[in-house]
């Protein structure tokens, strides 16, 4: 150790990174932590999961008071009206507490937090504002960013075309908005500025919202979207945007190519996906290259090519999500101490947080069938409607479904996929009972609480062997 100015210096302070640093310190190695924002927590808690999800939430409270939801529960609210100073407030207060709290947890740990870029000058040691640190292990964590389209420029600031991060800032209700792509951040983003007034539309270059998620379920979603006031222009790419005066004007066109039309909107947000943050890091000085997607490859322990060097999170194959660049971190950190760290990478939840919530974790029915080698019958579907679920009834929340995939042989669970007002709550036990191997019949023989919305989980994987009791 005497050779080093730390055993494990992690760069990048997101969910990834500072989880990391943390579990490195709890077991005992000499850790830092470079971070160049002003602020510890990475995208996840500056300006990703943390501050859409306030958003989220009080945008669901709005228009539940606004539609009459509340009034058909007999909360009838005379005169409501829109604070959106306050809504941004609140948000800027949960970002603030919670990376605050990771700042906090640096210094209860002794992680020493180094504020800067890092560089690499050689596999051994980093530059820090023109300052050598070395280390023994080094841990990439330094995430992703927006991947930009080409001649739609993004200008936060002006807040006409904007990013996420500008979607989260926007000081006024847009009329019209327009989200580029159908995935995850534009049905999130796109659901805020909808429900308290804009009118979204969502230019989607694939045929299907969603993509990567189970096809019944993308279907549904596509259905239930629309109902709620969302107008979808599928197979549409966009080649260009302008901005006139305060107003953004888009050239689209079908995406197998034909007749360019024009769409103008207050606002357009682009969200077609992100990239790892690489540029600058000189992976050139540490001897670290990068696969075609401009991604960090690792081996199952996250070790990268170079001896002494790891990588974790959004920079490295995967899905780009918090919870799994924080098992990386820990994982990491644990196989660097020398410990046995290991991520199931074949059960990763994800969550849609619109409403209702989507979420899914393993195989989709169309993965599951693919990998029997294009055979049916190998898989076993059961499905059951919120409809038919009491909870859901009695909370006035009939749209959604639970689907349970398993192996037509073993009965093994493959995949569960859930769209619900709590699909993201309810995920959780379908990840559980798969990590432990769990049998459709496992599921279904659990007892499970009544009334809650997680017994239709229960009733779909009693529906895999045609057995439900209350459809
Ligand atoms: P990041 O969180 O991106 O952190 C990397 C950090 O490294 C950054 O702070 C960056 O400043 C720093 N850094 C980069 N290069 C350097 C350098 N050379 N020197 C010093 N510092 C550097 N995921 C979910 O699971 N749930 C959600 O609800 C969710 N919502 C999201 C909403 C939005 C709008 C967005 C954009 C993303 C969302 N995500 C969500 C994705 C999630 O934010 C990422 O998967 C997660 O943050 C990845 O963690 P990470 O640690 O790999 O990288
Ligand atoms: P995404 O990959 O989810 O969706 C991008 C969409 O844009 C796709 O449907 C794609 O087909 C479409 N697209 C690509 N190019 C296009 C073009 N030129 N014109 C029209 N459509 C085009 O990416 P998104 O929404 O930007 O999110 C990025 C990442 O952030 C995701 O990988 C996700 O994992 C993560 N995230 C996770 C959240 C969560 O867990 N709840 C919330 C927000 C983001």
Known sequence: MADFDFDVIVIGAGPGGYVAAIRAAQLGLKTACVESRETLGG????????????????????EEAANGTLAKLGVKIDKMSLDLDTMQGQRKDAVKGLTGGIEFLFKKNKVEWLKGHAAFTSPTAIDVGGKSYTAKNFIIATGSSVTPLPNVDVDNAKGIIVDSTGA???????ETMVVIGGGVIGLELGSVWRRVGAKVTVVEFLDQILPGMDGEVRKDANKIFKKQGFDFKLSTKVTGATVKGKKAILTVEPAAGGKAETIEADCVLVSIGRKPNTEGLGLDKAGITLNKRGQIE?????????????????VIPGPMLAHKAEDEGIACAENIAGLTGIVNHDVIP???????????????EEQAIEKAGGEKGAVKVGKFPMMANSRAKTNHEPDGFVKVIADATTDKVLGVWVIASVAGTMIAQAAQAMEFGATSEDIAYTCHAHPTHSEAIKEAAMAVTGKPIHM
């Open 43 to 62: 995208t996840c808690l500056n300006v990703g999961c943390i501050p859409s999800k306030a958003l989220l939430h009080a945008s669901e409270l709005y």
């Open 168 to 174: 989260l800032e926007l000081s006024k209700v847009p």
């Open 298 to 314: 690792t081996d199952h322990d996250f070790r990268t090519s170079v001896d002494g060097i790891w990588a974790i999170g959004d």
């Open 350 to 364: 994800s969550v849609v947080y619109t409403y209702p919530e989507i979420a899914g974790v393993g195989l989709t």
